[in-house]
């Protein structure tokens, strides 16, 4: 079953904007990861933030994680065109060996 | 190199066919996945290889049968498929079986069951 709940479901900005996504998770986790998808394509490794740290940066990405409120956020800075896609958070939980997938969010960047 | 590859990109096939997917990747991961994803929806966990053995199995239906040849490649052999099988399938690969590394995905098989 999937643990990760995603928020917004959809997202639409202009290009040059900032978009934030929001993950919420259920158990204790090792880590939380992001992904990005473009359609039918597929994922690709944006960032890893471990559980004993706070916030995270890659290029324009910026990633927070809250442990005491099980969630995380993602967000893009200046965005572009090409940054549409699907966004899925993933948690690496620490009783397992799997990642479970939030449900995702769909960001289109407009030109 | 970092690329995760899969064959075939699009597969069409009726119910009674049988067919194969394959993955492959030659970064030394040992650990391997098969995921299948419907539209809009995330990637499902179907099975993971650790060493070459299957560790995970979703309880996914007997008409999926894995294999997992060598260290580098990953089988999905299909049998018997039903409609509501078509889907995205994708495989991934990480250093080892544990929540704690990073997936590297291929570009996944387009399926469709007719």
Redesign the interface.
Known sequence: S?Q?EEDPQALSIQEGENATMNCSYKTS???L?W?RQNS??????LI?IRSNEREKHSGRLRVTLDTSKKSSSLLITASRAADTASY?CA???TS????T????T?LTVNP | DTEVTQTPKHLVMGMTNKKSLKCEQHMGHRAMYWYKQKAKKPPELMFVYSYEKLSINESVPSRFSPECPNSSLLNLHLHALQPEDSALYLCASSHRLAGDYEQYFGPGTRLTVT
Do not use: D, K, P
């Open positions: 999937q990760g986790i090792n880590n990861q992904y039918g394509r597929g994922l690709v490794h890893l899925f948690t690496g939980e397992g060996s799997r990642l997938f939030g449900e995702g769909q």
